[in-house]
Every structure is written in structure tokens, then in C-alpha cells.
């Protein structure tokens, strides 16, 4: 694999951590289509972590729920034709997951209030308007 592949900060995903499988992708191939295992199925024990640090974890943890089986995440990739590429396009989408599970929570919207004069502003173009419109009503034309 070209490196070790970075969640955040100086957090990566750990070599050892990482679990495979390899299965013969669906779809059509070439000539050697039946033999060779190119599909690549990564899986990562988020529970069981500790590469991760906690707080990261727990926010996870919470926010990946749907997508845990006792704990584990599970990423696939057969978009290639070679076992070397889609394994690199599965590191790189567990990555790129667990960057945005682990990421901070956004700050609160803090509630603003319209300023006064865009609200009269408003108000005055709608009573023009509907001045201009009420001099196009026939009943003004005697």
C-alpha cells in the first residue's frame, strides 16, 4: 500500500488493524476473470480500537451505529480491475469515513433577528408595489 493512510491530524489507520478479504468481483473481465480475487473488502474493529482516541471513538461509535456489526466497519471496492487499485480505493474510503464520523460536532446556529430597517425597507416596497398595482385596476379609468 502507498503509506499509511490519514484519518485527521497525525491519527492514521493502523496496518495491523486492518482486516481483508478478497473475492472475485462481479461484472464482465478478461480472460483470467474466473481466477483472480480482485475485489478487495476492508474491515477496521472500531470498538477495539486504540489508534483512535477516545472522544474520536465514541463520536464514531455513535454516528457509524447503522453501519457496525459487533463493532466492525466494513468497506468494499471492485471498481477496478486489479486487486492492488481497489485496495487502495478501499483504504482510502475507510479513511475518508472515519475522518467524517470522527470529525467535531459543528457549532450551534446562533439565533440573529432581522434588522429593523431591512423589515420597514421591505414593507415600504410592498405598499409601492401594491400601489402600482392597484393604478392598473379598471375601475380608475372613468
Known amino acids: 500500500m502507498s503509506g499509511p493512510h490519514v484519518i485527521r ?17 462481479s461484472g464482465p473481465g478478461g480472460q483470467h476473470v474466473n481466477t483472480s480475487d480482485s475485489k478487495a473488502e476492508l474491515s477496521f474493529d472500531l470498538a477495539r480500537t486504540e489508534a483512535l482516541p477516545e472522544v474520536w471513538k465514541q463520536r464514531a461509535l455513535e454516528r457509524l451505529a447503522d453501519r457496525l456489526v459487533d463493532g466492525v466497519v466494513t468497506v468494499r471496492s471492485s471498481e477496478h480491475r486489479s486487486q492492488w487499485r481497489n485496495r487502495e480505493a478501499a483504504a482510502v474510503r475507510l479513511a475518508a469515513l472515519l475522518a467524517e464520523a470522527t470529525a467535531p460536532p459543528p457549532k450551534p446556529r446562533k439565533p440573529t433577528r432581522i434588522p429593523r430597517g431591512i423589515n420597514e425597507r421591505r414593507l415600504r416596497e ?4 401594491s400601489e402600482t398595482k392597484r393604478g392598473r385596476s379598471p375601475r380608475n379609468w372613468n
Open 126 to 129: 410592498k405598499k409601492q408595489r
Open 9 to 25: 491530524g497525525s491519527v492514521s489507520l493502523p496496518e495491523a488493524e486492518l482486516m481483508w478479504r478478497f473475492s472475485r468481483s
